[in-house]
């Protein structure tokens, strides 16, 4: 059985992450979308509805596990004996970042390979930031990002 972790901040889950995680759970035999920190963001929804958000919008899966974690990405990935990382990939700009977090990850932890999905067209300018600073100013953001996720944020922003 492949288990593969899909780790992000998404704060919060966009149409694009969700592609990504449709292909990853065709692809692979379970796949835990897991809400973690990037020490560089400074954090807009709170973890617990970040990941009650994921759980509404992807419920319709079967082979998808909504969790969060701290620390290290390998060390939850051992814990819960994945040795995939799944990871979308928009733009350039993506590949210089995505190939330095996946090397050193493998550097911490050698049997983890990360696999690299490439974003459908059509959610390329898609961004967890992009969605929020429409948001808070008052713009549409129903395009951007699943039902559950539009409903909850028109209703308390
Ligand atoms: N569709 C839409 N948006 C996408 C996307 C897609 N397919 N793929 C990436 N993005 C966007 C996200 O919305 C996010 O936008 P934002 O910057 O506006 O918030 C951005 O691209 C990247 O976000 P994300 O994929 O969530 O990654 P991240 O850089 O916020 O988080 C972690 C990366 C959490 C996986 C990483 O920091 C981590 O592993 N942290 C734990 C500590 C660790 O182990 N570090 C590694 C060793 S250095």
Redesign the pocket.
Known sequence: MTIAIY?????PI?N??L??LKSGAEIFDKVIIAV????N?KGFLPVNIRTKLIQESTKDIPNIEVDFFE????DYARKKGANVLL??L?TSF?FE?EMQ?SQ??HA?FKDIKTVFLI?KPE?NY?????VREILLNKGDISDFVPEPVCKYLKENY
């Open positions: 780790p992000g901040s998404f704060d966009t694009g992450h592609d990504i973690s920190f990037n020490t963001k620390g290290l990405t390998v990871r979308g928009r993506d970042y977090l050193t990850n911490l974003t959610y898609i961004s967890s930031s992009c």
